[in-house]
């Protein structure tokens, strides 16, 4: 895996059951239920709207959860409606997957929102845990406690990402011609972990036929010193033959041990044969400002849109990692995030409940 930065991966002591809906670790999780996860609070000035339990059906578990105390509701915003919305973004679509916020209190800064949720699974016994994170003044935004930054929050988390991905994610691409569902690929030629996960791509991209699958250069070359300059080269290609880049990219991957001082040129010049080009034209090109102005805006929207490890999959604006996750759980995700944005005509296994716990 290529990173740029340390990153902290899920929740601690949820990384099971839900680092994957959280993809390169938006949130922090707390305490086990209870070691007293909601500090004390001044009662609300008017209760808390009462809060559901997603998707448990009250013949088919005990409920795991406390009832929701309206003393422990004491900001304004974000109302639990939001933050509910934003739990079943996260965490829908795994139909064990069950939560309930239990707090949204104010803090000593003002306009910070400290929320608690619990969440567990429909499954007997299973273990409850607290998930704790801070939303911002803007309400746009969420600190956790052991995350490595700034998260996206709201009712649709992923709304700001997808549509800045629609408006620069120019990059080859193949499949539909529609941005209606767009997977992006952030990824480094030099990087093995984006090497391994190229299998994975293709396979989402045939699996998904609705799909626009981007590829975009996210060259980490303070770890991969020959990164820039193949992602150059492939931007040259990809000016004249969209197709001929991916057979290009392959060949690179195909080859990355020779991204050495000696070999790395002759190894981007065979690669760029493969693909059907010239490779004298291609290495012209690349040393062109132009070239590297197409990387580097490829790069500037990685940064701006958060991405810190590579390879980062985009579905529709949610950002998770390839390689981190089950071939199934991804398809799941896809299928999900799909219908949450209205896509028509997409199918995919959700991932579901046993059929003992499914409501009757």
């Known amino acids: 895996m290529g990173k740029r930065t340390l990153h902290v991966e899920g929740w601690a002591g949820v990384k099971r059951w839900i680092a994957v809906s959280l ?3 938006v949130l922090a ?5 209870g070691q007293s996860p909601v500090a004390p609070a001044q009662p609300a000035a008017t209760p808390a709207p009462p809060l559901r339990l997603n998707s448990l059906a009250a013949d088919t578990q005990h409920d795991p959860f406390p009832p929701v105390n309206p003393k422990f509701f004491t900001a304004d915003t974000p109302t639990a409606a939001t933050v509910d919305s934003y739990l079943h973004a996260m965490l829908g679509f795994d139909a064990n997957r069950i ?3 239990v707090a949204i209190q104010k803090t000593a800064s003002a306009g910070v929102s400290k929320v608690t949720a619990l969440v567990s699974e429909r499954a007997p016994n299973a273990k409850v845990l607290t998930a704790i994170f801070y939303v911002l003044p803007d309400g746009k ?5 052991d995350a490595s930054g700034l998260s996206n929050f709201g009712a649709d988390p992923f709304a700001e ?3 800045l991905l629609q408006a620069r994610a120019n990059g080859p691409a193949h ?3 529609s941005k209606e569902l767009e997977l992006v690929e952030f990824a480094d030629l030099q990087c093995p972990r984006c090497k391994d996960a190229q299998a994975t791509i293709n396979r989402l ?4 036929p609705k799909a626009r699958v981007v590829y975009e250069s996210f060259p980490l070359t303070e770890i991969h010193p020959y990164a820039f300059q193949a992602a ?5 290609i990809a000016k004249t033959n969209q197709t001929a880049f991916f057979t290009y990219a392959q060949a690179v991957y195909d080859t990355q041990g020779a991204l050495l001082p000696d070999t790395w040129e002759a190894t981007l010049n065979n690669a760029v044969t493969k693909a059907g080009m010239d490779p004298a034209a291609i290495s012209t090109c690349a040393a062109s400002a132009a070239a590297k102005e197409d990387v580097s805006a490829s790069t500037r929207l990685a940064n701006d849109l958060g991405v810190e490890q590579t390879p980062t999959l985009a579905i529709n604006g949610r950002l998770i990692s390839p390689n981190a996750v089950p071939y199934e759980t991804l398809r799941s995700l896809i299928a999900f995030q799909a219908a949450a944005d209205g896509v028509q005509g997409v199918s995919g296994p959700v991932l579901d409940a046993p059929a003992a716990l499914k409501p009757r």
Do not use: T
């Open 99 to 101: 939560w309930r916020v």
């Open 205 to 208: 991209a045939q699996d998904f």
């Open 175 to 177: 499949g539909a011609v």
């Open 29 to 33: 999780a707390g305490q086990m239920y």
């Open 141 to 145: 935004h969420l600190i956790a406690p």
């Open 161 to 163: 990402n997808r549509a």
């Open 23 to 25: 993809g390169l670790g």
């Open 232 to 236: 150059a080269y492939g931007a040259c």
